[in-house]
């Protein structure tokens, strides 16, 4: 290995170190208290977090994958139903689904966005759809008002799984508040991180928001008293305590990341090896991920397409730089979904995405300097 400055893919620690004061005194608070489950700490977070989303209500829960399992309840959703969704996302879209006996139907996505197609959705509809659950990937939404449209026609739920786009705008509109649930991951690499797994579900519907709180905790009501059958999906106080600190940084954190991504733009441009031009952005090495302009993306990941890609990401491992592939092969080809029996060549703009999709570095403690030494390392890898 050499010893250029190494340019991680997340430094948390460094993100700690500027909060270490605040996340202690909340840590102290909560053990002060010992009241470690729900609580005035997660209901504080369910308003906050509410409130940012332009939704009525929140309700903290264990994960991002319990918030969109525990969405689904809510719906009633069954063996048999079908739910339509993007084959392009992290494994808890469709293993909620598929945990409940429904089906995935998955749309294609737009290779441009890496979202679902959503001028495909409605020929995907059938008799048995119950939902669409679209995924607002990278920190930009899917095009949300012609899915709700296909939704409405159809008399059909929306789910939108915004766990990598909490803040996130649709013609001002925030990620969450647009279909009938929206779902949040606090995983720790997420914008918004705990210090261990939390989610939350929001939405404007009250008596939504109630189903999915009874199920939150057992379907007791009152407790020892069963009036459904849900699960334990509760929040922990120390999580909640300790996201209501960095959730005032958030804003502060995206803006920096927007800067990181417009950065990137420009140094690829002026490198020669991506254009912004839409019409010839195809005949550079680099195609950058495309902003479509409907609103804020809080850039989670800022994912570019190349060939050889596993060439360039081991390439820029041995520099020091580190990249990753989300997701290196998309849900309709997983092992544990043969029985869907969908083929290769299915999803071509899904598997294309899988193939060529590289993740840099775009933490909001980034320097310029390490975003110049990422964009000069491309450039020696296309130019040597
Ligand atoms: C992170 C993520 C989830 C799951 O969240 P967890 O908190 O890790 O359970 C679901 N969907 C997408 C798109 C995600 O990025």
């Not at 700690?16 to 209901?43: K, N």
């Not at 008399?155 to 013609?171: F, H, K, P, R, T």
């Not at 106080?237 to 733009?265: E, G, M, P, S």
């Not at 479509?292 to 990941?301: Q, S």
């Amino acid at each position: 290995m050499n010893n250029e400055i190494p340019v991680p893919i997340l430094d948390l620690k460094l993100q700690y170190a500027t909060i270490r004061m605040e996340i202690m005194a909340a840590i102290e608070r909560v053990m002060e208290s010992q009241s470690f489950i729900l609580g005035p700490e997660v209901e504080a977070l369910e308003k906050e977090i509410a409130m940012y989303s332009q939704c009525q209500f929140g309700i903290g829960v264990s994960s991002g994958t319990d918030a969109l399992l525990v969405a689904l309840m809510a719906l009633g959703i069954k063996p048999g139903d079908e739910i339509i969704t993007s084959p392009y996302s992290f494994f808890a879209t469709a293993g909620a689904i598929v945990r409940l006996g429904a089906r995935p139907v998955f749309v294609d996505i737009d290779l441009d966005t890496l979202n679902m197609d959503a001028t495909r959705v409605e020929a995907a509809v059938t008799k048995r759809t119950r939902a669409i659950l679209p995924v607002h990937l990278a920190g930009q939404m899917a095009d949300m008002d012609v899915i709700m449209d296909v939704a409405k026609r159809h008399n059909l739920y929306v789910i939108e799984d915004a766990c990598q786009s909490l803040g996130a705008d649709y013609y001002s509109r925030r990620a969450g508040s647009i279909g009938h649930l929206g779902c949040f991951s606090f995983f720790p690499s997420k914008n918004l991180g705990g210090a261990g797994d939390s989610g939350m579900v929001v939405c404007n519907d009250p008596a939504l928001a109630d189903r999915v709180s009874l199920l939150r905790n057992h379907g007791h009501r009152p407790k020892y008293y069963n009036q459904a059958i849900g699960g334990n999906f509760r929040m922990d106080a120390l999580q909640a305590a300790i996201l209501r600190v960095k959730f005032k940084y958030l804003d502060t954190w995206t803006a920096n990341r927007q800067l990181h991504a417009a950065l990137y733009r420009r140094l690829f441009t002026e490198a020669g090896l991506a254009s912004e031009n839409f019409q010839n952005r195809l005949e550079f090495p680099v195609i950058l991920p495309k902003e479509t302009g409907w609103g804020r993306h809080t850039y989670h990941l800022f994912q570019i397409r190349v060939q050889l890609r596993d060439e360039l990401m081991a390439y820029l491992k041995t520099h020091n730089v580190w990249s990753e592939i989300y997701y290196p092969l998309p849900l309709h080809l997983q092992v544990c979904f043969t029985e869907l029996s969908c083929q290769i060549g299915s999803m071509p703009n899904a598997e294309c995405a899988a193939a060529e999709t590289l993740a840099l570095p775009i933490y909001p403690e980034l320097t310029e300097m390490q975003i110049q030494r990422v964009v000069d390392t491309l450039t020696s890898f296309f130019k040597k």
